[in-house]
T-cell receptor, first 113, second 110 residues
């Protein structure tokens, strides 16, 4: 099983509701990444944390998402107001050497109705 | 549990040469994807296969669910092919689950 743990596996929200998904990085990893994947296409980079600090994020995350890593053992990605286009698989990955080798969780599949 | 073993972890090629990346699976997988990480950190989809082979330019991928492996062949490597490549497999049981390999860092030199 993946060393990176993500919860929940499935999440269903109505349009306008708030959503939150969690990620437990592999122990000792200092870098955490969140990705969004729609329909088995590319994994779109969302946000990158290094030592719990956000170092890079795309505009969509700044505007509508909330992402934090309050501890080295827990991170969360939230959507303040869900939209239909947010339906996707959200993958968390962690690394101990910047972004060279990534270890992925199993993902949270969000469906917005 | 479901695991993906990706090899090699690092690969150096001279321009014009080729090689193969491989992912072995511990269980039967339903489909496999190959990605390449771009400069922003996004993983760009190269191939999605449920079976057989696919080819796109200098890249070719194969997936054998029964034999539990997938390969990504690169021929006539170019400098811009340098980067990190990942395979990801969709588990065949227990609902939707994607398991990633640990990546291959490819360096193409003149």
């Amino acid at each position: 099983d993946a060393a990176v743990t993500q919860k929940p596996r499935y999440l269903i929200k109505m349009k306008g509701q708030e959503a939150e998904m969690k990620c437990i990085p592999e122990k000792g990893h200092t870098a955490v990444f969140w990705y969004q994947q729609k329909q088995s296409k590319e994994l779109k980079f969302l946000i990158y944390f290094q030592n719990q600090q956000p170092l890079d994020q795309i505009d969509m995350v700044k505007e509508r998402f909330s992402a934090v890593c309050p501890s080295s053992s827990l991170c969360s990605l939230g959507i303040r107001t869900c939209e239909a286009e947010d339906s996707a698989l959200y993958l968390c990955s962690s690394s101990d050497r910047g972004a060279e080798t990534l270890y992925f969780g199993s993902g949270t599949r969000l469906t917005v109705l | 549990g479901d695991q993906v073993e990706q090899s090699p972890s690092a690969l150096s090629l001279h321009e014009g040469t080729g090689s193969a990346l491989r992912c072995n699976f511990t269980t039967t997988m339903r489909a496999v994807q190959w990605f390449r990480k771009n400069s922003r950190g996004s993983l760009i989809n190269l191939f999605y296969l449920a079976s057989g082979t696919k080819e796109n330019g200098r890249l070719k991928s194969a997936f054998d669910s029964k034999e539990r492996y997938s390969t990504l062949h690169i021929r006539d490597a170019q400098l811009e092919d340098s980067g990190t490549y990942f395979c990801a497999a969709e588990a065949g049981t227990g609902g939707y689950k994607v398991v990633f390999g640990s990546g291959t860092r490819l360096l193409v030199s003149p």
